[in-house]
């Protein structure tokens, strides 16, 4: 019942190049590829040296991939613009610039928090934190099967202990013993990545074509492509772009400063204060990014994310008073911390998903129908990068194998299938808010390993099927940034692109497989040279023994299923589905279920404030100044988002000439 459209009649900007721009798109040549795969090279070796190396801004961290679009600036405002004054006929037409933008958001999900900062630490780290408090010799690592980790993996074994505490001189990293796991880990992966693709090009026609919903996150970079302007960015000849642009490189060329010069003044960006008896905290923070980013969507998004945030915030408040708590235990990874809330938010990611299946059940059917009749002739998937048929039995096909190998790994059947549909589910839930509302900084209310432990139960899945499930954090937990949300905004920006586009399919995989090598490559290598102890303490230390804390609990404590949990997911299905009926009956109903799906999240309790600042001065705009003016002031927005990414990006090469670490200049 959830109609799932973003209109635009508001002010919104609906990015649909007219007729010549679009045919002068161009294909995707050989020479966007080689630089595409030069661009995901980059990202690839440049997010892991960011964020264990230097650890300044994180530049991989979230669906906004601030490195990607920071190269993209780099390569618009410098050899692009000298190419249309000195050489125009060899300037980068629009697809090729889609293409290695593609290239490299892909890569940003791969190289650091989306997959290889987990891949690394997370198989081994019950090995090295073993110790006679924690019990993980005895209760997690005779569980862990072997083809998983390191060959010669045990507790003080050296392959293990160098890659925390680094190798002694004269010794080389052991790429013989992580050989075997990685092989063993990729097809896994790469099966996954295939979902995630394959399911975009199912649903990119239902979203992009019917629903015609706001892709935020794509507005920067074609408006740097100049997707209208036959590629010419005439978006960099707009003041108000640049005028936008200055207020955030300003405040991070302070911030930057007071790292190398404390006297430097500093604009304090986040305030925080106890309140409900000192219960919670509450947060007032700006990010520059998102403000940008909420400005784009309609007001009814932006004013149901602060306003859904500040009602979890406050019942929140009143059941901490009360002392009324949930006592599961779920670990305190992922988007939520209470059960309550985690359990309605799961509840309504499946409500969302079943929605969004129910109003695109035409398209869908006609995508079976290209799927299963050889004879189907009306060229309803000709603008697609892969045929229907070939995305249907991809999807199919990879998801057989993904559950066979989970089964290998020590998970029960039932776990398996729960752990797919309920992955998938927030997967697909995560992306729509992303297109839908901008939120790019967004979590699941639990990764998909906590949800399969909770509603089947410890004590069902036994030792061994709990630690399996574990280690589904690998690619389960990995809801702030994933293939599939990049992809569903690579095919939003290729809509120009009118030749040659399953050449975009093998681009995606390229991608991914440069971006794993090259990141794999290098976290590998510094893990060894300065010990991994050193590096990043979220993704080494904090982050792998949080779940394993977790699952050892769960080991020593054996529970039945969470029967009230899936009572209350139904609840909280109920009310997304009542919330969506209210939507799409009443016009003036303010509130969009989305919100109430990511409302209680905990990044929605630091980013509330920003939500609603971009609430009121989009309500200010459109209310004194109309669409006209909206539309005219959208180019100083969009440079606030650049902005901050550029600001990022040249910090992080000042802090590696002059060997300066920590310096954060902006953070989301």
Excluded at 70 to 75: E, I, V
Excluded at 141 to 159: E, N, R
Excluded at 316 to 342: C, R
């Amino acid at each position: 019942m959830d109609s799932g459209t973003s209109e635009f009649a508001e002010g919104g900007h609906k990015s649909q190049a007219p007729d010549d721009a679009a045919t002068s798109g161009g294909i995707i040549t050989s020479r966007a590829l080689v630089l595409g795969t030069l661009g995901a090279v980059a990202i690839g070796l440049g997010g892991p040296w960011v964020d264990h190396v230097i650890r300044g801004s994180y530049m991989t961290l979230d669906f906004s991939t601030p490195g990607a679009i920071f190269l993209l600036f780099m390569c618009v405002a410098i050899p692009q613009m000298a190419l249309y004054k000195f050489a125009p006929r060899y300037r980068f037409t629009v697809a090729e610039m889609v293409t290695i933008y593609s290239m490299m958001i892909v890569a940003s999900a791969i190289c650091t928090g989306g997959l290889t900062a987990l891949l690394i630490p997370m198989p081994t780290a019950a090995f090295y934190y073993a110790s006679l408090e924690n019990k993980y010799a005895t209760l997690l690592t005779p569980h862990i099967p072997s083809w998983l980790v390191p060959s010669g993996a045990d507790v003080k074994a050296p392959v293990i202990r160098y890659l925390y505490e680094g190798l002694p001189l004269g010794r080389s990293v052991p790429w013989a013993n992580w050989l075997p796991m990685l092989l063993a880990w990729a097809p896994m992966l790469l099966a996954l990545y295939l979902v995630m693709i394959a399911t975009m090009v199912i649903i990119r026609r239902q979203w992009v074509e019917n629903e015609h919903l706001t892709y935020p996150l794509t507005q920067l970079p074609l408006a740097l492509i100049g997707e209208q302007e036959r590629g010419f960015p005439k978006l960099l000849t707009n003041r108000l772009f640049w005028g936008g642009f200055c207020l955030p490189v300003v405040l991070g060329t302070l911030r930057g400063l007071h790292a190398y010069f404390p006297s430097v003044p500093v604009l304090n960006q986040m305030m925080a204060f106890p309140v409900f008896r000192q219960q919670l905290s509450f947060h007032v923070e700006l990010s520059w990014a998102l403000l940008g980013f909420f400005y784009l969507v309609t007001t009814e998004c932006s004013f149901s994310l602060w306003f859904m945030n500040r009602v979890f915030f406050l019942l929140k408040g009143v059941l901490a008073i009360l002392g009324i708590a949930g006592t599961e235990n779920m670990g305190i990874a992922g988007g939520s911390k209470d059960p309550y809330f985690i359990h309605l938010g799961v509840g309504a990611f499946i409500a969302m998903v079943g929605s969004n299946v129910w109003v695109g059940r035409g398209h869908l059917k006609h995508v079976w129908q290209c799927a299963v009749d050889s004879y189907q002739k009306d060229d309803y998937d000709a603008s697609e990068i892969m045929s229907f048929r070939s995305a249907v039995w991809v999807t199919g096909g990879s998801l057989l194998f993904m559950a066979w190998w989970l089964v290998q790994s020590g998970m029960p059947l039932s776990a398996v299938l729960l752990a797919l549909v309920l992955g998938l589910i927030l997967f697909i839930g995560i992306v729509r808010v992303v297109i839908e509302v901008g939120f790019a900084s967004v979590e699941a209310p639990k990764p998909v390993t906590n949800v399969v432990i909770s509603w089947l139960g410890s004590s069902y899945l036994g030792p061994r099927g709990v630690v399996a499930t574990g280690l589904t954090y690998v690619w389960g937990s990995t809801t702030r940034s994933f293939v599939m949300c990049m992809v569903a905004n690579s095919l939003k920006t290729a809509q120009t692109v009118r030749g040659k586009q399953h050449r975009l399919f093998w681009a995606f995989l390229i991608a991914i497989v440069v971006a794993m090598v090259s990141s794999i490559w290098l976290t590998l290598l510094r893990a060894y040279t300065q010990g991994g102890i050193t590096m990043n303490n979220w993704y080494f230390n904090a982050g792998p023994n949080y779940v394993y804390t977790y699952l050892a609990a769960k080991i020593q404590n054996p529970s039945g299923p969470a029967w009230y949990g899936m009572g209350l997911a139904a609840v909280g299905a109920a009310i997304y589905y009542l919330m969506a009926v209210l939507r799409c009956r009443y016009l003036q109903w303010p509130l969009h279920p989305v919100a109430f799906a990511v409302g209680h999240v905990w990044m929605m309790d630091s980013i509330w404030f920003t939500a609603f600042l971009a609430w009121a001065l989009k309500g200010l705009i459109l209310r004194y100044g109309g669409n006209k003016l909206y539309l005219n002031l959208r180019p100083a927005f969009l440079g606030v988002v650049c902005g901050q990414f550029v600001i990022n990006g040249l910090w992080l090469v000042v802090d590696q000439i002059t060997g300066k670490t920590g310096n954060i200049i902006f953070w989301i």
